[in-house]
């Protein structure tokens, strides 16, 4: 088994989310992982902490990246327009492995109720970078708050439908995640 080997990372996220879906979450362990990925227990601790962190593994990537894209949003912008700049700017990072990780990660978080915790305060740290990144844009607090809400739920409607429904056609995510924003805030004036 190569040390250094490259892609380690994404083979242990691959491993996890293959074992997690074939015998479950709590009966995986770490070992079981490791070997899968074909590293050592050492090169999983490296990258990860425990095995929770394993499907949370990019998040604070895609909390920059959206907090990234809102900031440079031009100014004189709507909040949703900056919102959209945050997910083009995610969806530009996100590839074959990323969609093809979606459905399986979702079937591995739905056996799980500790990875739906995980799953949810990954939502809850999402909706805050995307907050307070409009905040510094000088957005009111409650705006940015239900922007960056209506980011969340565009990011993982759309991310469902690259990964999950639109699997065979070519394509970025950014125009799945730019129609779930625009038909969220379609719905949101509907609202009265």
Known sequence: MARWEPGARERLV????????EQGYDATTVAQIAERAGVTRSTFFRHFPDKRELLVAGQETLSLLLAEGIAEAPD???????????????SGAMGPLNRDLGPRIKAA??????????????TVSLAAAMTDA???RGV?????????EMGVLAFKRGYAQWSEVDKSAEGT?????????????????SLG
């Open 173 to 189: 995510l950014a125009p799945h995640t730019l129609a779930a924003l625009e038909e969220l805030r379609a719905a949101s004036a």
């Open 14 to 21: 691959m491993a996890a989310v293959d074992l997690f879906t």
């Open 109 to 122: 978080v739905a056996a799980s109720t500790e990875l739906q915790e995980r799953d949810a305060l990954k």
């Open 76 to 90: 004189g912008v709507t909040p949703l327009e900056a919102v959209a700049a945050g997910l083009v700017r995610v």
């Open 140 to 148: 009111p607090g409650p705006t940015a708050a239900l922007a960056g």
């Open 134 to 136: 409009l905040a510094a």
